[in-house]
C-alpha cells in the first residue's frame, strides 16, 4: 500500500539531513522501536512494538538506510516479522529547503502480511499514516528543542 | 492458567467439568460436554457455525468463556430432536435440501429456531437478514432460505408442532431428553464419545427419502 | 485459534471492577459483550494479562428515559435497546443504526457501551453518539467524569480513557418532538462494517431548517460530525438543491482512508449520496411528525 505527504521541520536542510541519519534520533522517534543495535554502516537490528490500543505485535527485523544523496534524499527501509504477521515499509524521503525550515516530501510503500493484515487491513492505511505522522512529529519536537 | 469448576446447564441437564476461564464456551461444550454438535468454523465470530441459545437468545459460543454461560440455560442442536422425531425446523432443513455437508447446520437451526421464535411471519428479506449472520460454503443459501419459509409455516400452523421451542426468558427451560431424567452428568477427559442424541445430520431411516433426480448414475 | 493466558476476574460491583482496573493499569482489559474483544483475543492479536468481567455487575444493565435523555448502562445489550419502546420513541435514529450492528448473535450479546468503548471507526454506534452529541460516564479511582463524544474518540480503536477507566453509561440525547431522522449506509453484505454511514437529525421552524446534524462513520479515524455543511443548511428552505450543495460539503469535509473494500475516491462520494439520501428521508419524518 502506498502512503504519501508532506511535512515541514523547524530546521535548516543539513540538521534535518543529520537527524535523520541520527540512530539515536531514529530511536527515539521510531513508532513501537524499542530496540535498534547497529549491525553495519546505516544498518540494524530492529525490534518493534507496535500496535493500536489492545492490538499490538511484536516484530523482529532490519533497519537500513539506502540511496543517501547528502543531504537531500534517502531512502530507509525497515522491515520486521512476528506471531502477527510481517510488516516491510519502504520510505523515501526528500528534503528542500523551505524558508528557515525544510519541506520534507516522503513517499512510503508499506506492505502487511500475516493475520493481522487479514484482520486489518480497513484500518492499515490510516494506521500507517499516523505512525509516520508520529514519526515526523517527534522529529519536529527533537529539532524544536534544538537537537 | 489455574482451572476451575465450572457448571453448566444444557439442554435440561447439568453439565460440570474442569477448565481455565480462557476456555472458550464452544470448546467446553464440545470438549467437556461431549457436545459436538456445535461446530467450530472461524472462531472469531463471523461464521456462526458455533451458534447456540442462551437463554433463549443465539449466541456465539466461540466468542464466550465458559465459565461466563453458568447460570444460564443453554440450548445446542442435540435439543432440538425428541429422540426419533425431528424438530419441524429440522425436518423443513431436510425436505428442502438445505444442508450438503451439514457443517454449518447446527448454527443455522439455532439461529432459525430463535429468530422464527422473534419473527413468525418473516418475509424473504427478513429471513436472509436474519440468517446473516451465518455461513454456508456448500449450498448457496437459497435452500436454506425455502427451508426457513417452510418451517414458519409449519410452527404458525401448529404452534406446539415442535417438540421443544426455544425457553422464553428467562424461565422456561427444555424439559429432559427422553434418554432419562435430568441428571447430572460428571464431564469426562477431552475424548468423551459423543452421547446418543441426534444432531440434524442424522437420517432416521423410518422417513422417506427425498427423491433423487432421474437420470443414469454416473459410473466413477 | 485459542486466547492466551489470562487472569480472570468476574466482580460484582463498579467499586470492586475499577479497583481491579487500578491495581492492573493497562495490562486489564473490560470484558462485557466480547464481541470485538475475544475475536482478538482468540487471534491473538491482543492478549490482555488480565480481564475484568463486568457481566455479573447487574446495576449496570438498564436502559431508562431520564429528562430528555436516553441512559444506557454498561450492561445493555444492543439487541435490549434495539427492541426498546423507549428507544423507538426518542431516539429512533438510535435504533434504527442499531438494527445494522453486525448481526442478531453480535447484538444478543454485545453492548452498545461496549461498541463506544472499542471505537472502531466504522462503527455505528459511535457515529449516532457523535450526531447526537451524547455523552458517556467513566468511572475511575480518582472518581467519576462525563466524557462528551467529541472528546471521546481519538483515533482508531483509540478513546480518551484511561485503561483506569470504566465505562459504566451512556447518554444519548433524546430527539425533539418534530425532529425527522434517518440512519443510511453502504455495506458489501449485511451486518459488515459499514464502508460509509450517516447520521442526520434535521429540525424545521415555519418551513425553515432550524438545527441540522450530520454525523459520519467510516470516512476517517473517528466519527466526523459534518461541521460545515450543518451550517449551511440553518436557516435555509429545504430542496434537492439544497441537499446536493449539503452533499458536496460533507465531501468536501472528509478525509477518507482508502483500502482493499474500497477506495477513498468511493468513500468521500457515498459519504455525500448517503447524506442527500438521509436529509432527504429526514425531511419526509420531521413533516410528518409536524
Known amino acids: 500500500m502506498k502512503l504519501e505527504g508532506t511535512t515541514t521541520l523547524p530546521a535548516p536542510v543539513e540538521t534535518v539531513w543529520k537527524t535523520i541519519n541520527d540512530p539515536e534520533a531514529l530511536r527515539r522517534c521510531t513508532p513501537g522501536l524499542t530496540e535498534l543495535t547497529a549491525t553495519g554502516p546505516d544498518a540494524y537490528a530492529a525490534t518493534l512494538t507496535i500496535g493500536i490500543a489492545a492490538v499490538k505485535?511484536?516484530?523482529?527485523?532490519?533497519?537500513?538506510?539506502t540511496d543517501k544523496r547528502a543531504p537531500t534524499h534517502c531512502k530507509i527501509l525497515l522491515e520486521g516479522t512476528g506471531g502477527a504477521g510481517f510488516m516491510k515499509g519502504e520510505g523515501v524521503l526528500d528534503l528542500e529547503p523551505e524558508g528557515t525550515g525544510t519541506l520534507v516530501k516522503w513517499a512510503g510503500d508499506m506492505q502487511v502480511g500475516g493475520l493481522i493484515a487479514g484482520v486489518g487491513q480497513r484500518m492499515l492505511g490510516g494506521?500507517?499514516?499516523?505512525?509516520?505522522?508520529?514519526?515526523?512529529?517527534?522529529?519536529?519536537?527533537q529539532l524544536g528543542s534544538g537537537a | 492458567m489455574p482451572t476451575r469448576e465450572i457448571t453448566l446447564r444444557i439442554n435440561g441437564t447439568t453439565y460440570a467439568g474442569r477448565a481455565e476461564p480462557r476456555k472458550t464456551l464452544a470448546d467446553f461444550i464440545r470438549e467437556d460436554c461431549g457436545l459436538t454438535g456445535t461446530h467450530l468454523g472461524c472462531e472469531h465470530g463471523v461464521c456462526g457455525a458455533c451458534t447456540i441459545l442462551m437463554d433463549g437468545d443465539a449466541v456465539r459460543s466461540c466468542l464466550m468463556f465458559a465459565v461466563q454461560a453458568e447460570g444460564a440455560e443453554l440450548m445446542t442442536v442435540e435439543g432440538l430432536a425428541d429422540g426419533d422425531r425431528l424438530?419441524?425446523?429440522?425436518?423443513?432443513?431436510?425436505?428442502?435440501?438445505?444442508?450438503?455437508?451439514?457443517?454449518?447446520?447446527?448454527?443455522?437451526?439455532?439461529?432459525?429456531?430463535?429468530?422464527?421464535?422473534?419473527?413468525?411471519?418473516?418475509?424473504?428479506?427478513?429471513?436472509?437478514e436474519g440468517l446473516s449472520g451465518n455461513l454456508c460454503r456448500?449450498?448457496?443459501?437459497?435452500?436454506?432460505?425455502?427451508?426457513?419459509?417452510?418451517?414458519a409455516d409449519v410452527l404458525a400452523a401448529a404452534p406446539d408442532a415442535g417438540v421443544r421451542r426455544a425457553p422464553a426468558l428467562p424461565d422456561g427451560c427444555v424439559p429432559p431428553t427422553s434418554a432419562g431424567a435430568a441428571k447430572t452428568r460428571a464431564a469426562g477427559r477431552a475424548r468423551t464419545p459423543a452421547p446418543k442424541g441426534r444432531t440434524a445430520k442424522t437420517k432416521p431411516s423410518a422417513r422417506p427419502k427425498p427423491k433423487r433426480p432421474a437420470g443414469r448414475r454416473r459410473r466413477a | 485459534m485459542k486466547p492466551a493466558a489470562f487472569e480472570?476476574?468476574?466482580?460484582?460491583?463498579?467499586?470492586?471492577?475499577?479497583?481491579?482496573?487500578?491495581?492492573?493499569?493497562?495490562?486489564?482489559?473490560?470484558?462485557?459483550?466480547?464481541?470485538?474483544?475475544?475475536?482478538?483475543?482468540?487471534?491473538?492479536?491482543?492478549?490482555?494479562?488480565?480481564?475484568?468481567?463486568?457481566?455479573?455487575?447487574?446495576?449496570?444493565?438498564?436502559?431508562?428515559?431520564?429528562?430528555?435523555t436516553l441512559a444506557l448502562g454498561a450492561l445493555c445489550r444492543q439487541r435490549a435497546a434495539e427492541r426498546s419502546a423507549l428507544v423507538a420513541r426518542h431516539c429512533p435514529l438510535l435504533g434504527d443504526a442499531l438494527a445494522l450492528v453486525g448481526h442478531a448473535q453480535i447484538r444478543n450479546r454485545g453492548t452498545v457501551v461496549g461498541s463506544l468503548a472499542h471505537a472502531d471507526p466504522a462503527a455505528e454506534l459511535c457515529a449516532v453518539l457523535a450526531t447526537l452529541g451524547g455523552t458517556v460516564t467513566a468511572v475511575g479511582p480518582q472518581g467519576t467524569r462525563s466524557?462528551?463524544?467529541?472528546?471521546?474518540?481519538?483515533?482508531?480503536?483509540?478513546?480518551?480513557?484511561?485503561?483506569?477507566?470504566?465505562?459504566?453509561?451512556?447518554?444519548?440525547?433524546?430527539?425533539?418532538?418534530?425532529?425527522?431522522?434517518?440512519?443510511?449506509?453502504?455495506?458489501?453484505?449485511h451486518g459488515d462494517f459499514a464502508l460509509a454511514g450517516v447520521g442526520v437529525g434535521l429540525a424545521l421552524r415555519g418551513g425553515?431548517?432550524?438545527?441540522?446534524?450530520?454525523g459520519l462513520t467510516g470516512v476517517g479515524a473517528t466519527p466526523v460530525r459534518a461541521a460545515r455543511a450543518e451550517r449551511s443548511l440553518v436557516g435555509a428552505v429545504p430542496s434537492d438543491a439544497l441537499w446536493e450543495a449539503a452533499a458536496e460539503a460533507v465531501r468536501a469535509e472528509v478525509e477518507p482512508d482508502g483500502d482493499i473494500?474500497?477506495?477513498?475516491?468511493?468513500?468521500?462520494?457515498?459519504?455525500?449520496?448517503?447524506?442527500?439520501?438521509?436529509?432527504?428521508?429526514?425531511?419526509?419524518?420531521?413533516?410528518?411528525?409536524?
Not at chain 2, 141 to 147: G, L, S
Not at chain 3, 39 to 65: F, G, H, K, S
Not at chain 3, 158 to 164: I, V
Not at chain 3, 208 to 214: G, K, L, N, V, Y
Open chain 3, 147 to 189: 466524557i462528551p463524544a467529541d472528546e471521546l474518540f481519538v483515533s482508531y480503536l483509540t478513546t480518551s480513557l484511561d485503561p483506569r477507566e470504566l465505562l459504566t453509561e451512556a447518554r444519548f440525547p433524546a430527539l425533539p418532538r418534530g425532529t425527522g431522522w434517518a440512519w443510511k449506509e453502504i455495506a458489501r453484505r
Open chain 1, 127 to 141: 494506521v500507517g499514516k499516523m505512525l509516520v505522522g508520529q514519526f515526523f512529529k517527534c522529529l519536529e519536537q
Open chain 2, 87 to 128: 424438530h419441524p425446523i429440522q425436518q423443513a432443513y431436510w425436505e428442502h435440501h438445505a444442508l450438503q455437508c451439514g457443517f454449518c447446520t447446527p448454527g443455522f437451526l439455532m439461529t432459525t429456531l430463535a429468530f422464527l421464535r422473534d419473527t413468525p411471519r418473516p418475509t424473504e428479506r427478513e429471513i436472509r
Open chain 3, 261 to 290: 473494500h474500497a477506495s477513498a475516491e468511493y468513500r468521500r462520494h457515498i459519504a455525500g449520496v448517503l447524506t442527500r439520501r438521509a436529509l432527504a428521508e429526514a425531511l419526509t419524518r420531521a413533516r410528518e411528525a409536524a
Open chain 2, 138 to 151: 456448500c449450498t448457496g443459501y437459497q435452500n436454506i432460505v425455502r427451508a426457513v419459509a417452510a418451517a
Open chain 3, 8 to 68: 480472570y476476574h468476574a466482580p460484582d460491583t463498579v467499586e470492586e471492577a475499577v479497583a481491579l482496573l487500578d491495581a492492573h493499569g493497562d495490562q486489564a482489559k473490560v470484558l462485557a459483550g466480547g464481541q470485538s474483544l475475544v475475536p482478538l483475543m482468540n487471534m491473538r492479536l491482543a492478549r490482555p494479562a488480565v480481564i475484568v468481567d463486568i457481566n455479573r455487575i447487574q446495576t449496570l444493565n438498564y436502559l431508562a428515559e431520564d429528562g430528555g
Open chain 1, 57 to 65: 505485535g511484536t516484530y523482529k527485523g532490519t533497519l537500513t538506510i
Open chain 3, 208 to 214: 425553515r431548517i432550524a438545527e441540522a446534524r450530520i
